[in-house]
């Protein structure tokens, strides 16, 4: 009566194998519960689906840390059949917006990992910062999280010009 959402648990013969809920099971446990209600598969879900199940109970947490979401972002991308996930697909399937998915899948798929290395040391906090960081080189990078000052971001503005045979020549 007092849980609000169900647990989510596959069953291999008699044995239930717990996929999503494990703090409701140990508050549960706690109250000396016998009963708890359950989502059930009847097989196993495959792996890029656990990680959405367990996505969807944990993103609305609010101790889920950065590097925490990364991780499990880096996981869905992973996962999906065609290896180059659109922002769109990714924020489907996540629940976030087309602009966070976009920080994501940016910070996910610098060349090396020493963006998301710098995530888990907790040198960047904040998604936007990093998707701001994942246009530096390598070089650059390095020298930002060592508190150095760049002296020139590659963040080239191209000019855009639009040619037409109907412009007005007389502008």
Do not use: C
């Amino acid at each position: 009566e007092r849980l609000l959402h169900p647990i989510v648990v596959w069953r291999e013969e008699s044995i239930f194998h717990l996929i999503a809920g494990e703090r409701r099971v140990l508050a549960f446990a706690q109250l000396n519960e016998s009963h708890i209600s359950a989502k059930i598969y009847d097989t196993k879900p495959d792996e890029s689906e656990i990680d959405i199940l367990q996505w969807e109970e944990n993103v609305s947490r609010e101790d889920m840390s950065l590097y925490e979401r990364t991780i499990r972002i880096q996981k869905f991308v992973k996962a999906t059949t065609p290896k180059n996930i659109s922002v769109r697909k990714l924020a489907k399937i996540s629940g976030m917006s087309v602009a966070e998915s976009h920080r994501y899948l940016a910070v996910i798929k610098y060349k090396t990992d020493t963006l998301i290395n710098a995530i888990k040391d907790g040198k960047v906090k904040s998604i936007k910062l990093a998707q701001e960081y994942s246009k530096l080189s390598e070089e650059d990078l390095q020298m930002k999280l060592s508190g150095k000052k760049i002296t020139a971001i590659n963040t080239e503005v191209k000019p855009f010009v639009k040619i037409s045979k109907d412009i007005d020549i007389n502008v």
